[in-house]
């Protein structure tokens, strides 16, 4: 028993060496009814200044994917490049950032590890970190934040949140997906066109309702088809990328697509299974084209079955945002950024661009450059008659969207098929 | 005679560990990758700041728990690889009691404390399933302990995506944060909660004066060394290794509830962060004595935590730590075995 | 073939296990090995089968000397060894284990090696089925099972430890006959036996080993007496039997029925009484395991009724037998019967009633000093079990038992111990019958039987026969009746049997 008590003591002992190597901890014994401090609402009603420096401004980057995934993360990845080489600062990032990749993680926990190597701005690139980010940003005042495709710093948003560090960040990829649309109900023999959805929220129901108001313009006015013709059905995986075991598999989302009479599939999700597994239907003698997502260099998973790719242009909005943080001229602001209609594929001004693939064929392409003149002009596919899924009418004729009603669908459209909502 | 021998166990250890450390530096050359500058990095990652620190005992206080718990089962000589999905359910159970209670006027505290006790029951609940399984079905608790396993990620998928999801969006990211009025305190600018480290600190006294000083631990081991014997000598054995199962449910809940209440604040599909394997890992290597548990639990917490920066530092992918990781349960194995031998000749 | 073993030395810690043994065995010799427990003949064995190496020395197989790192090295140059705990892989069919160690071949062909095996056990008139699996087989089985195997392999020199011990008379017969018959085809045979009455009658040559020496040889005729104090370095006198008591009965059995996989067994009446012994012979798996399970309430039995003290327990569990006062100590020591990796005093604790929640240590110790002086262990409080010697083991066990007790149910309980053990622990157990409990126990050794019983019950596959007055029955009349022979001479009572 004598040794037991030792035994015990030296335990002691070793939990009290551990304990006390904290040593910064408070003393007093905390309280667990009392609200945590470090997730406090933040008092600071300025944004931090940073005096200006020489030396080069480090800034940070998480990607919810792997750098190199030719989709989302590749895109956010090239576009914090972009920044830094236009502003001769220094980019340190982490990839694979979730919970399945780097277990016992979370964000807000690594984008510290990005401030320890001397970020000074950080940036969030998914979805998937949202809440992460608003804590990041509330608990590190003297950190800037960029959040990509979140709204908290959206003052008119519904879910605004007061976080002067913060400047969220996104591209009008409606106009990109309209594009994608379009040159799939170009080139659809059997009408019939898959998406491959990630999960569903308010930025994959108006991405998806885009590629449909698009598929529709087209399918109608220049095929002149009938609409009820066309038929647009939306499968979401349950994640932006395939977690084994965890989302559906999009390999076999997209396959089930090509065996069931789809012969164009638009992806949604940061990855490009859905070019993959057409290249292998078409292998097999099937009609099969894909539109990728994301990422400009996408088509490149599979050039021959491509008929093209709305990307992200991250670069231009990252420099101008971190050029503001570095030199002292920062502003909490959101940004919902649209192409630049002179040159939608201009890395230096457009948001968002769409390259035309391999497999588009020449007509359809034409249809294709038309339909981008026409938007370019000034068509707006987001003008009522809209009806949700269900039916409700959600623009009147001749009603235009706006901002809020288009980030905000409620559901999918109608004559869409396909999961809408939770409620 | 019997110190002696323990120190000979420790030098044998210490061995493995640097065969295991020869073996990932020589991975790393192979990989053009400088080794004593990833070493470097991991430790300066894990111990190189105060916040880095803080943040290797949040993930050692979930992995302590669940080895805690896996030295009971151990001892009682199963292998409960269930352990993951009895994490899982301890999450489940915990933010269950979370969403049943956030909106009530009940103190934060008490909710808190329910809600942790809910997911021990929680994971006591579904170790008990692997142990009916094996008591009654005759399933080997490995192969039910996977099976369970599976079925809980599914349930924990299942809630995300349907009954818990967020308010107009179906993905798998996770449910809804809890308000930050229910998060574990913690330490003033660190991710780190008291809490957290007291209830793991807790977990591994009881389990080592369970397992060292109590008749229940003493037939426990009789049971996991020798069943029939122990049934002959009069000790009820499938009580006992439902017990077991009960005892390492509830401390691998606690693990799953801390999780919620002091990681995520939340449920998400990889909410027991592998911790459940690596407890396995980490009890085998402490040769199934409490004591040593918290020093390589610490260890390994460690690694996982400084190896982030792998990646962020020298562009190296962070499994390199998962290398070393198994290097050192592999070289431990060896070395035990290669032990044994060299005794049996002396 | 000629196996000649020079100078040879083997160490464990600081026991000489082996002490520059010479010995020449030429081709054609049954060579006996006795010794007590612990007098380093498994050791001898080992090094000789190489299962381990000796620290120094020379082995020579027809002159040539040869250096054995392992069993299958033994094997190739034509040594086999048959253990005294017969190393077997129980999940596998019979006819699996006897292809284990067969050099070549991928894919055996099972067709003709069933016929060879069939052939072989055949010859020695073993009953082995060759599809059954292995951990049905009793131990005697096993034995047999290994012996066929060894062979196969073409095993030369044959060793065989303890062989004798778990297997009945007859198989006995038929195992010296063919192990003569081997010698006459030029094999070498070691027998290694602590049984004085089998070397003499099989051996033609005998080495006696006494704490790691070789302390004497002989040639028949053998002096039996001189052999006894060379192995014990003193004289030994076998305890005598006590009068037959007649005390109140602490188990009955009425019309009990059991089930077996391989008989039936209906209409057991029975009478245990206080501070009797019943001995239970047979040969393995003739229903006496079952029996004696069935009276620790381990098995269940189809019918009939179990009444322990006046107190019917029929279809309790075992545990509520031995809170009755019954206990149970199983034939395998390891594996049923202590804790490996346990100390003395863990066991005694564990077997001790518990108070409290937390474990008085130096309670436990001291505890553990007494039993170990009154059962004179060889270990101290904190050895494991597994480092004791078996007759230590079995020491061990009885020292476990609780006082008072009704019943003790003992399987094989002298089996592998030496002489020495062997009336120790009998005469550990006649206290127990002094102080009111009674003893049912199984053996294979007949003439133990006869010694220590007071009645004797005979199982021929699945017959009972009704009790015996040990003091008149002869080990002929016994080993005819366990052989199925003279049943008709017995009145069978109410037992029958259902095939």
């Known amino acids: 028993m004598r040794k037991t008590i030792l035994q015990f003591a030296l335990l002691a002992v070793a939990f009290a060496m551990v304990l006390s190597a904290c040593g910064t901890a408070p003393t007093a014994a905390p309280v667990a009814s009392e609200a945590p401090a470090v997730t406090q609402a933040p008092v600071v009603t300025e944004a931090p200044t940073v005096a200006p420096t020489a030396a080069p401004f480090t800034f940070g980057i998480l990607l919810v994917g792997p750098y190199n995934d030719q989709g989302w993360s590749q895109a956010t990845y090239e576009g914090a490049q972009y920044a830094e080489k236009q502003l001769g600062g220094k980019l340190v990032y982490i990839d694979k950032v979730n919970p399945a990749d780097r277990p016992g993680t979370t964000a807000s926990q690594l984008a510290e590890q990005l401030v320890n190597q001397g970020a000074k701005l950080v940036i969030f690139n998914s979805d998937d970190m949202k809440d992460e980010a608003l804590k990041f940003a509330q608990a590190n005042p003297d950190i800037y934040v960029i959040g990509a495709s979140l709204d908290w710093t959206w003052k008119d948003g519904k879910n605004y949140k007061e976080s002067p560090n913060q400047t969220d960040i996104m591209g009008r990829m409606e106009y990109g997906k309209m594009i994608a649309g379009c040159a799939a109900a170009l080139t659809t023999q059997t009408g019939k066109i898959g998406y491959l959805g990630p999960l569903i929220n308010d930025e994959t129901r108006r991405l998806a309702s885009s590629a449909y108001l698009g598929a529709k313009y087209c399918w109608t006015n220049y095929l002149g088809k009938n609409a009820a013709d066309l038929k647009f059905k939306v499968t979401w995986i349950g994640f932006w990328f395939n977690i084994p075991g965890v989302t559906s598999d999009p390999t076999q989302v997209a396959d089930e697509f090509f065996n069931s009479g789809y012969d164009v599939v638009l992806s949604g999700i940061d990855t490009t299974e859905a070019s993959k597994e057409a290249a292998k239907s078409a292998a097999s003698g099937k009609k099969a084209w894909a539109i990728p997502y994301d990422y400009v260099g996408s088509c490149e998973a599979a050039p021959d079955v491509c008929l093209g790719v709305p990307y992200f242009n991250w670069g231009p909005a990252f420099a101008a945002t971190i050029k503001t943080a570095s030199d002292g001229t920062w502003k909490s602001n959101f940004q919902w950024n649209a192409p630049d209609w002179k040159d939608i594929n201009n890395k230096d001004t457009s948001a968002v661009g769409f390259v035309k693939g391999k497999a588009l064929s020449a007509d359809a392409g034409a249809n294709v450059d038309k339909f981008i003149a026409e938007l370019a002009g000034g068509l707006n596919l987001w003008t009522g008659p809209i009806n949700l899924q269900d039916g409700t009418a959600y623009l009147k004729d001749g009603e235009v969207g706006t901002d809020l009603q288009v980030w905000y669908l409620p559901q999918l459209l109608k004559g869409m098929e396909g999961q809408s909502v939770s409620q | ?346 | 073939m000629n196996v000649e073993l020079r100078n040879i030395h083997k160490h464990f810690g600081k026991v000489h296990a082996n002490n520059d043994i010479h010995l020449n065995i030429p081709a054609g010799t049954i060579q006996g090995i006795l010794g007590e427990n612990g007098a380093g003949k498994s050791t001898l064995m080992k090094i000789l089968s190489g299962f381990i190496q000796a620290d120094s020395g020379e082995i020579l197989l027809d002159n040539q000397p040869v250096i054995i790192h392992s069993p299958a090295d033994a094997i190739h140059h034509g040594v086999g060894m048959l253990h005294q705990d017969p190393l077997d892989f129980p999940p596998m069919r019979v006819l699996d284990n006897f292809l284990l160690g067969r050099a070549g071949g991928l894919f055996p062909d099972r067709k003709t090696v069933a016929r060879d095996f069939t052939r072989l056990a055949a010859q020695f008139d073993f009953s082995l089925d060759p599809d059954s699996y292995v951990d049905s087989l009793t131990v005697g089985e096993r034995q047999q099972l290994e012996i066929l195997r060894l062979l196969w392999l073409g095993a030369r020199v044959l060793i065989l430890d303890e062989p004798t011990t778990g297997i009945s008379a007859s198989q006995k017969e038929k195992l010296f006959e063919t192990l003569r018959k081997l010698a006459g085809q030029g094999m070498s045979i070691i027998f290694v036996s602590h049984k004085l009455e089998d070397v003499e009658s099989l051996c033609g040559a005998v080495a006696v080993l006494q704490a790691g020496k070789l302390v004497g040889e002989a040639r028949p005729p053998f002096p039996t007496k001189k052999l006894v104090e060379m192995m014990f370095g003193r004289e030994i006198s076998l305890g005598a039997r006590q009068a037959a008591s007649s005390g109140r009965s602490v188990l009955e059995l009425r019309g009990v029925a059991l089930e077996d996989i391989r008989f039936q067994m209906s209409g057991i009446d029975l009478d245990v009484r206080a501070g009797e012994v019943i001995g239970l012979a047979g040969m393995e798996g003739s229903g006496q395991g079952a029996f004696i399970r069935a009276c620790a309430g381990l098995t269940r039995p189809v019918g009939g009724r179990v009444v322990l003290n006046g107190r019917d327990l029929t279809g309790k569990s075992y545990h509520v037998f031995k809170h009755g006062g019954v206990s149970f100590l199983p034939a395998s020591r390891l594996e049923e019967g202590l804790v490996p990796g346990l100390s003395l005093t863990e066991h005694f604790v564990l077997a001790e009633e518990t108070r409290g929640i937390f474990i008085d240590r130096t309670a436990g110790h001291k505890l553990a000093e007494g039993r170990i002086k009154a059962f004179n262990i060889r270990g101290t409080p904190a050895s494991p079990v597994e480092s004791l010697s078996g007759g230590n083991q079995q020491r061990a066990l009885l020292a476990l038992l609780k006082s008072p007790l009704s019943l003790v149910l003992l399987e094989h309980p002298t089996r592998g111990l030496d002489i020495e053990s062997v009336i120790y622990i009998w005469s550990k157990l006649k206290e127990r019958c002094k102080q009111g409990a009674a003893i049912v126990f199984i053996s294979s050794d007949l003439e133990e039987v006869l010694q220590y019983s007071d009645r004797v019950l005979v199982f021929f596959s699945g017959k009972v026969s009704k009790p015996l007055e040990a003091s008149k029955t002869t080990v002929e009349q016994l080993g005819n009746l366990i052989g199925g022979k003279d049943w008709e001479s017995l009145d069978l009572e109410k037992a029958h049997v259902k095939k």
């Open chain 2, 1 to 346: 005679m019997l110190k002696n021998n323990r120190w000979i166990n420790l030098a044998f250890q210490l061995a493995a560990l640097l065969l295991a450390v020869i073996f990932t530096t020589l991975i790393l050359l192979a990989a053009g990758a400088p080794p004593l500058e990833a070493y470097k990095n991991i430790l300066m990652g894990a111990f190189g700041s105060l916040d880095n620190f803080a943040n290797v005992l949040v993930a050692w206080v979930p992995l302590l728990l669940t080895t805690a718990g896996l030295l009971i089962t151990f001892s009682a000589g199963l292998w409960n690889i269930g352990v993951e999905g009895q994490i899982m359910l301890g999450a489940i159970f915990t933010t269950w009691v979370m969403r049943l209670l956030q909106d009530t006027t009940m103190p934060p505290a008490l909710i808190l404390t329910l809600a942790i006790l809910a997911g021990m029951v929680g994971g006591a609940l579904w170790a008990m399933l692997a142990g009916a399984l094996k008591t009654f079905g005759g399933v080997n608790e490995i192969f039910g302990g996977l099976g369970l396993n599976f079925v809980a990620t599914a349930l924990t998928l299942w809630l995300i995506f349907g009954p818990w999801k967020r308010p107009g969006v179906a993905s798998m990211s996770g449910t809804v944060p809890f308000d930050d009025r229910l998060s574990l305190t913690v330490f003033t600018g660190l991710r780190l909660s008291p809490w957290a480290l007291v209830i793991a600190v807790a977990a591994i006294v009881v389990v080592y004066l369970l397992l060292q000083g109590t008749y229940f631990g003493l037939r426990l081991k009789a049971v996991g060394r020798n069943a029939r014997a122990a049934f002959l000598l009069g000790i009820p054995t499938w009580q006992y290794m439902m017990m077991s199962f009960a005892l390492c449910g509830l401390f691998a809940g606690a693990a799953g509830a801390m999780q919620v209440v002091a990681v995520y604040h939340r449920l998400i599909p990889s909410i027991s962060s592998g911790y459940g394997y690596l407890g396995l890992i980490v009890a085998m290597l402490v040769n199934y004595q409490a004591l040593w548990a918290a020093p390589v639990a610490l260890f390994y917490a460690a690694l996982n935590i400084g190896s982030i920066q792998l990646p962020i530092v020298l562009k190296l992918d962070s499994s390199l730590s998962g290398v070393l990781q198994g290097m050192l349960v592999l070289f431990v194995v060896l070395v035990e075995g290669a032990r044994q031998q060299l005794m049996k000749k002396s």
